[in-house]
């Protein structure tokens, strides 16, 4: 079955940086787009960045310009470099096969304090 899992969150002061990863497994990962989602406290889960298999990029408005989806297919990793983090960036985040029915997976948690 699809397995996901995320790594590489934590805590960091306003301005930092963090990137993130996600290994994906029982699925061609080099043939499928893949999506970071982030669900913050009382909020519903939103679709961050998406990256195609051919490594077209798409950023929902408010983190472009400072978050950066890739992916390895070598790895069957798909990342998310996240610079001049903002207390508003505090989520778990996921990854995913956007569109797919695919479980989720725990998720890694990021917090933006002081």
């Known amino acids: 079955q699809v397995q996901l899992v995320e790594s590489g969150g934590g805590l960091v002061q306003p301005g930092g940086s963090l990137r993130l990863s996600c290994g994906a497994s029982?699925?061609?990962?080099?043939?499928?787009?893949m999506g970071w989602y982030r669900q913050a406290p009382g909020k519903q889960r939103e679709l961050v960045a998406t990256?195609?298999?051919?490594?077209?990029?798409n950023y929902v408005d408010s983190v472009k310009g400072r978050f950066t989806i890739s992916r390895d297919n070598a790895k069957n990793t798909v990342y998310l470099q996240m610079d001049s983090l903002k207390p508003e960036d505090t989520a778990v985040y996921y990854c995913?096969?956007?569109?797919?029915?695919?479980?989720w997976g725990q998720g890694t948690q990021v917090t933006v304090s002081s």
């Open positions: 029982g699925i061609i990962f080099r043939i499928n787009a």
């Open positions: 995913n096969v956007p569109t797919s029915t695919y479980a």
């Open positions: 990256i195609s298999s051919l490594g077209n990029t």
